[in-house]
């Protein structure tokens, strides 16, 4: 299999959101596909909601350490991550268009050529203007 033409990954995905001294946890086990091009990785996979649709996420790796999570969908974002940043990019809804900004704490790639597997861990602040959403924990393990 080649990794440039797209190969498919067993995907394990963890969450912890603390919004409001409330903490949630979600965790997802998926299958998806891995692609590399030109050193970029891509990672994509399907959310499941809890009303059963299916979100397309694709995980973006650059050779830099950047991160970009893009959900597609009736909701469309385009988060960005780089260590010790703050990023404001867009946040597409039904009731309209927001601003939000990721404050990144925490930014952690590790990669294996055989099997070609890894480990993303993302810490990041969440802000919608000025006003702080929460606190995000994200660790994605996927395995081909």
């Known amino acids: 299999m ?16 603390t919004q409001h001294n409330e903490t949630e946890d979600f965790v997802f086990d998926v299958y998806g596909q891995i692609v590399k091009i030109n050193g970029t990785i891509y990672i994509r996979y399907k959310e499941v909601q809890p009303d059963g649709q299916e979100v397309p996420v694709t995980m973006k790796i650059t050779p830099d350490s950047q991160i970009q999570l893009i959900r597609s969908g009736e909701m469309r974002m ?31 790639v590790s990669l294996r050529d055989r099997p070609f597997s890894g480990v993303v861990t993302l810490d990041y602040e969440l802000y919608m203007g000025q006003e702080k959403v929460g606190d995000y924990h994200l660790e994605l393990k996927f395995t081909t």
């Open 2 to 17: 080649n990794i440039n033409e797209g190969i498919p990954a067993k995907i394990n995905l963890q969450t912890r959101v």
């Open 78 to 108: 385009r988060m960005k991550f780089a260590y010790l940043k703050k990023i404001e990019t867009s946040y597409k809804t039904p009731y309209g268009m927001f601003m939000i900004t990721t404050n990144t704490t925490n930014l952690h």
